[in-house]
């Protein structure tokens, strides 16, 4: 069974740094792709980041250039860096893995404020 456990969010004020983490059970991150979402009140929920199993990263326009997103095998960890954190960042994050048959499994998500 797959398990996703995100951490790392807080309030932050604009210009601030976090550090999301989203540790894997059941999922080798290695091999599989692996995504950051987030969703705002409402709004539709929106992909931030992605790292696929062979370490190729895309990212949404609006994040381009102040968020990295990595992983360490060792721990089975996804990780999200965020620098320079704006207000309209603020948002529920969701970790999100696909399978190798395409099927996604999601974390509880981690709230992230920035106050400006």
């Known amino acids: 069974q797959v398990q996703l456990v995100e951490s790392g969010g807080g309030l932050v004020q604009a210009g601030g740094y976090l550090r999301l983490s989203c540790a894997a059970s059941g999922m080798n991150v290695q091999v599989v792709t692996m995504d950051w979402y987030r969703q705002a009140p409402g709004n539709r929920r929106e992909l931030v980041a992605t790292?696929?199993?062979?370490?190729?990263?895309i990212y949404a326009d609006s994040v381009k250039g102040r968020f990295t997103i990595s992983r360490d095998n060792a721990k089975n960890t996804v990780y999200l860096e965020m620098n320079s954190l704006k207000p309209e960042d603020t948002a529920v994050y969701y970790c999100?893995?696909?399978?190798?048959?395409?099927?996604?499994?999601w974390g509880q998500g981690t709230q992230v404020t920035v106050s400006s």
């Open positions: 999100r893995g696909l399978n190798l048959l395409g099927s996604p499994s």
């Open positions: 790292i696929t199993g062979g370490g190729s990263t």
